[in-house]
């Protein structure tokens, strides 16, 4: 009971930000939105903004569940969506890296999040994964983001997206040669699936077997 009250409490404190800083963005009030989302942030992880966009999601990840073995999923999702929404604020005002880098972390943290977590429910409040990817398409992500979009989409059912990230994460990085080997392993696995389970997956036998020899041709 109470770590459900004190993470109903957290969520509720976030939510309440985030619709002032919802309000504050409609009336172009950038610099006070800022002063909000930063000043939350600080009082979750005792880092601001800029700090956390640059901190690695797998180290932040470790802090908070060092610092908060209750809620630690909670405060990760909390500070992705506020991240999110920084993201937002600065496309707004036309601050296009700070806007990917903001987006890039908070999809980062989702990710990982999801890795350590897979079962974990997240406040409705968060962004999706695929939702955050729609503010990234014009970026090329680092290779292992690639990777855990592959697993993610794959563990989801949605065979056709893990295979869409894949091909973007081959095209992209060709000199990764992780995205062939764990390409290869991922086909193979889908192999093993029944027709049934591939249709429902958007990617139909055939195209499994066209999209591995497309991956491993020369």
């Keep these: 009971m109470f770590k459900k009250d004190y993470i109903m409490r957290m969520i509720e404190q976030v939510t309440a930000v985030l619709t002032q800083v919802l309000a504050l963005g409609n009336g172009r009030q950038y610099d006070e939105a800022f002063l909000l989302t930063s000043g939350t942030l600080r009082d979750l992880t005792g880092l601001g903004s800029a ?122 990085l060709p000199d990764d040669g992780n995205a062939l080997e764990l390409g290869d392993d991922f086909y193979h696995r889908l192999l093993q699936k029944s027709d049934h389970d591939l249709e429902n997956g958007n990617l139909p036998r055939a195209e499994v077997r066209a999209g591995l020899a497309d991956l491993t041709a020369d």
């Design 51 to 172: 700090a956390l966009r640059q901190i690695p999601a797998e180290a932040l990840l470790d802090r908070l569940m060092m610092q908060d073995d209750l809620g630690w999923v909670e405060t990760a999702v909390s500070i992705a969506t506020l991240l999110h929404q920084e993201g937002l604020l600065h496309a707004e005002k036309g601050n296009e890296l700070a806007a990917y880098e903001s987006h890039q972390q908070a999809l980062q943290i989702l990710l990982t999040t999801h890795q350590r977590r897979p079962d974990a429910d997240w406040p409705e409040m968060a962004p999706t994964i695929p939702s955050l990817l729609s503010y990234l398409d014009a970026i090329i992500l680092p290779g292992e983001t690639y990777a855990q979009l592959l697993r993610y989409f794959e563990e989801q059912g949605d065979y056709g997206r893990a295979e869409d990230a894949l091909f973007t994460w081959r095209d992209a």
